[in-house]
């Protein structure tokens, strides 16, 4: 198992605001990385190929009122993984967001999937802070 943590970002918008937007697949296409293809989404899931990778699928586990959103892997994927995305209210108009992944995936498959893991989940937090600046 392992964990990865994104940075943490201070965002200029409240923290139900980007609740609502993060609590929507929909709006994840614009939070990934240009290898991303084959986007495909609803309200509560997703999924997508890594160009040259993989195949993903994810779906929204569980929403905790503007402090966490739980993400699951879904379907066919090459490892298990959970991603949560933190959000914590610094007043009406600014919130911190950070997201964690933990993967359960083979010493062999993290050598090659360690790093574009944490630059993805670090591109997803600092488009957020783009898409809500």
Same mark, same amino acid.
């Given at each position: 198992? #392992? ?6 970002? %201070?965002i200029n918008?409240?923290? $139900?605001? $980007?609740? @609502? ?7 994840f296409e ?5 290898q991303i293809? @084959?986007?495909?989404?609803? *309200?509560?899931a ?5 160009k040259g ?5 994810m779906? %929204?586990?569980?929403? @905790?009122?503007?402090?966490? $959103?739980h993400?699951?892997?879904?379907g066919? #994927? ?6 949560m995305?933190?959000l914590?209210? %610094?007043?009406?108009?600014?919130a911190? #967001?950070? %997201?964690?992944?933990e ?14 893991l944490?630059?993805? $989940?670090n591109i997803?937090?600092?488009?957020l802070? *783009? !898409? !809500?600046?």
């Open positions: 198992m #392992v964990k990865l943590v994104s940075d943490k970002l %201070i918008k409240s923290a $139900i605001k $980007i609740f @609502n937007f993060l609590g929507d697949f929909n709006n614009k939070l990934m990385p240009e293809i @084959n986007w495909k989404s609803t *309200e509560m997703c999924s997508f190929t890594i990778m993989a195949d993903i699928g779906r %929204i586990e569980e929403k @905790n009122h503007h402090t966490h $959103i993400i699951k892997s879904d066919k #994927v090459p490892f298990d993984f959970d991603m995305i933190f914590e209210e %610094i007043d009406e108009e600014k911190k #967001v950070h %997201i964690e992944l993967a359960d995936i083979s010493t062999m498959l993290l050598l090659m999937a360690k790093k574009p944490q630059n993805l $989940i997803m937090i600092s488009k802070k *783009e !898409h !809500h600046e």
